[in-house]
């Protein structure tokens, strides 16, 4: 059998161009039910509808819609768009991932971030525990997201010798037997 006669398609580069149609469709149908099928959610509250037929759609478009969606789309993308989906993922962690190396103030800066980051929470939960703060939800809600960001960040500003020290912390090393 020749190349040009194989049934099953080449491997995607992720070129959109270079997909075959029914991987460009796969992966379409997939966007769409993870993406805009939970954006249409936030239209539901200026509808005229009941609050019953509301919370029903709701329920459609977060929890059973993006999953139909998703199982139509990998059916028709197939083997091929997995291989152009995990190329695409691969040259955004090439752009955004930090570098090895930074310098020692740099290093020491993701570190305070990523230690204070904790700090927030534990002053909210004590103090709002001990003494009546007149702070709402909303603010404390803000105010953890912003610790919750502040975490996430200091892995980027410290750089990847950091990401690989944390790994090590969570990785067994192997235990060395006496003889």
């Known amino acids: 059998m020749t190349p040009e006669a194989s049934p099953t398609p080449a491997p995607a580069s992720g070129s959109w161009a270079n997909m075959s149609w029914r991987c460009r ?6 966007a769409f039910g993870d993406v ?4 249409l959610c936030l239209v539901l509250p200026y509808l005229d509808l009941p609050t019953s037929v509301k919370v029903g759609l709701a329920t459609v478009l977060l929890v059973g819609g993006p999953e139909v969606f998703m199982l139509l789309g990998v059916a028709l ?17 090439k752009r955004i991932r930090p570098p090895q190396r930074v310098s ?21 939960a004590y103090l709002r525990a001990v003494a009546a703060l007149p702070l709402d939800n909303e603010m404390v809600l803000g105010i953890l997201v912003g610790a ?14 950091f990401w690989d020290k944390l790994k090590r912390l969570f990785t067994p090393e192997p235990v060395e037997q006496e003889h």
Request: glycine share 12%; hydrophobic share 65%; net charge positive.
């Open 25 to 30: 469709l796969g992966l379409l149908i997939i």
């Open 36 to 39: 805009i099928l939970p954006a």
């Open 77 to 93: 993308a197939g083997k091929e768009g997995y291989a152009a989906f995990k190329a695409m993922l691969r040259k955004i962690w």
């Open 104 to 124: 020692p103030a740099r290093y020491r800066l993701g570190v305070v971030i990523f230690i204070a980051s904790g700090l927030p929470m534990w002053v909210l």
């Open 148 to 161: 919750d960001f502040a975490f996430l960040i200091s892995f980027f500003i410290a750089g990847g010798e």
